[in-house]
């Protein structure tokens, strides 16, 4: 091959590379003090995504943040966490289930759960010392998600 051909093919590669890019979608999610389903919650609280879409954390009321939860990410996934009052934009590149949690108001529950790919949600481990009413509130995310 000359350096021709090799030139055209690293613009094709270039080109797929960022079409393949423009297809991932971004989503948005509000954090919120009340909402749809009482309080201290993320709406929407569950979000089904392709691998590469983004979801926006958007800072809707004050006080909160979006952090990934430990034991709760799939292999390979990269744990982030937010800052209080400050929007965040995270890309999920790997297959699997994903908590989410509001650090400052995990004891109450507000958790969010995120689909990615077509991992089942049977697949969803909670982790034994989360907090009572976040291990409720995912049962009952997981739960209207199977429906």
């Keep these: 091959m000359?350096?021709?051909t090799l030139a055209r093919l690293g613009a094709v590669f270039l080109s797929l590379s960022a079409a393949g890019a423009a297809f991932a979608e971004t989503y948005e999610v509000k954090m919120l003090n009340r909402g749809a389903l009482g309080p201290m919650v993320y709406e929407?609280?569950?979000?089904k995504l392709k691998p590469g879409d983004?979801?926006?954390f958007?800072?809707?009321?004050?006080?909160?943040?979006?952090?990934?939860?430990?034991g709760m990410?799939?292999?390979g996934a990269?744990?982030?966490k937010g800052k209080i009052n400050e929007e965040i934009e995270v890309t999920f590149t790997e297959a699997g289930i994903y908590g989410i949690k509001c650090l400052p108001h995990y004891a109450m529950g507000m958790v969010m759960l995120v689909q990615v790919g077509n991992a089942?949600?049977?697949?969803?481990?909670?982790?034994?010392?989360?907090p009572e009413r976040?291990?409720?509130?995912?049962q009952e995310i997981a739960a209207r998600a199977a429906r």
């Design 54 to 56: 983004k979801l926006k």
């Design 44 to 47: 929407p609280e569950f979000v």
């Design 134 to 138: 976040a291990q409720k509130r995912f």
């Design 73 to 75: 990410l799939p292999v």
């Design 58 to 70: 958007l800072a809707s009321s004050s006080g909160h943040d979006a952090v990934s939860i430990e």
């Design 120 to 130: 089942p949600l049977s697949a969803l481990a909670i982790p034994a010392a989360a």
């Design 2 to 4: 000359n350096l021709s």
């Design 78 to 80: 990269m744990p982030f």
